[in-house]
């Protein structure tokens, strides 16, 4: 991934923040000149961290900001282009022996043709779980100038999408990089899920240390689409590693918790040794420990033996509802 990607990841996703690019124009040089500088403002390096803040401005009050030259006062020629939620100002001065030209922006462009707020705008929309035709229709119902659905779409799959990997594998290394050489036990449980879990596998890997039981499944039976198996270390109560299968890889969705553990201790194998290691009764992960890890103590966990216990005493005495 590149330097600007990495960057990316760092701010937005986790605080954000971006990490301030320090592009220098022509244009921009002849703004920073003629603003006054200020005791409360302090310039800023490329190695730090600048906090995003927007307010809501009126087009008209903005534009009228620019409707004299700042040289001489004299009436001034605006042209006006908006891309997306960027305002682009082009002032020219009407007196003939002053002629004062600027170009300004209401936000700071990156160097892939986009702003600051566009990419804000897709970042928080897609981070919120918000529906992205729904989020821009309100926008459009309020008159702000906001990105096209077609915009979002590619900001995803530029910007956000590769941001996620890079800080998910990130956090990965580091996980694995403090267990690496101990000797584990482990364990794993499988989330399964009828719709794409991309986001979902996000918010819970920001709370890996957090929280072990943010597994859920979809209505009993043999529908899932997709499923997220992840490994637990029992003694740092960290998620290790996750998983995502997709039941069109293992010829059925039956079969994706054998294949997302699978996956799983091949990944954690590669640094640690497993000593130990709970999971449910699965028959099919039964079968793997036993033939293909019998190093491995496998042990299950009491919720599951509890709640088979309590089904095996019903079925044996009823109770009458």
């Known amino acids: 991934m590149s330097n600007f990607s990495s960057q990316f990841g760092k701010s937005f996703l986790t605080s954000s923040q971006y990490i301030s690019s320090g592009s220098n124009s022509d244009s921009e040089s002849e703004v920073d000149d003629y603003l006054p500088e200020s005791d409360e403002?302090?310039?800023?390096?490329?190695?730090?961290?600048?906090?995003?803040t927007?307010?809501?401005v009126e087009k008209k009050k903005l534009v009228n900001l620019f409707s004299q030259c700042p040289v001489c006062s004299s009436e001034a020629s605006l042209r006006e282009n908006?891309?997306?939620?960027?305002?682009?100002?082009?002032?020219?001065?009407?007196?003939?022996?002053?002629r004062f030209k600027r170009v300004c922006k209401s936000q700071e462009q990156l160097s892939r043709g986009t702003s600051e707020g566009n990419i804000a705008?897709?970042?928080?929309?897609?981070?919120s779980g918000s529906?992205?035709?729904?989020?821009?229709?309100?926008?459009?119902?309020?008159?702000?100038?906001?990105?096209?659905?077609?915009?979002?779409?590619?900001?995803?799959?530029?910007?956000?999408?590769?941001?996620?990997?890079?800080?998910?594998?990130?956090?990965k290394a580091a996980c694995m990089a403090r267990v690496a050489g101990h000797?584990?036990?482990?364990?794993?449980?499988?989330?399964?899920?009828?719709?794409?879990?991309?986001?979902?596998?996000?918010?819970?890997?920001?709370?890996?240390?957090?929280?072990?039981?943010?597994?859920?499944?979809?209505?009993?039976?043999?529908?899932?689409?997709?499923?997220v198996y992840s490994l637990m270390d029992t003694t740092t109560k960290s998620i290790l590693c996750c998983e995502l299968v997709q039941s069109n890889e293992t010829g059925g969705s039956s079969y994706m918790e054998n294949e997302g553990l699978r996956r799983c201790l091949a990944s954690v194998m590669q640094s640690a040794t497993v000593k130990e290691l709970v999971t449910d009764r699965h028959p099919q992960i039964r079968k793997y420990l036993r033939d293909e890890c019998p190093e491995v103590k496998h042990s299950f966990d009491t919720w599951h033996i509890a709640k088979g216990i309590i089904f095996i005493y019903l079925s044996m005495f009823p109770c009458s509802m």
Request: aromatic share 12%; net charge negative; glycine share 4%.
């Open 131 to 171: 529906s992205p035709a729904k989020a821009l229709k309100m926008f459009k119902f309020m008159g702000m100038h906001v990105i096209s659905y077609a915009a979002y779409m590619q900001h995803q799959k530029t910007f956000i999408i590769p941001s996620v990997d890079y800080i998910y594998d990130e956090e």
């Open 41 to 52: 403002t302090s310039e800023l390096s490329e190695d730090e961290d600048v906090q995003l």
């Open 82 to 98: 908006c891309s997306g939620s960027l305002l682009t100002i082009h002032q020219l001065c009407d007196n003939d022996s002053c």
């Open 183 to 227: 000797s584990l036990t482990l364990s794993g449980d499988g989330r399964l899920d009828a719709f794409y879990p991309y986001l979902t596998l996000f918010i819970r890997h920001e709370n890996l240390s957090k929280s072990w039981c943010v597994l859920r499944a979809d209505s009993p039976g043999h529908s899932a689409k997709y499923m």
């Open 54 to 56: 927007f307010v809501m």
């Open 121 to 127: 705008i897709s970042n928080a929309i897609f981070m």
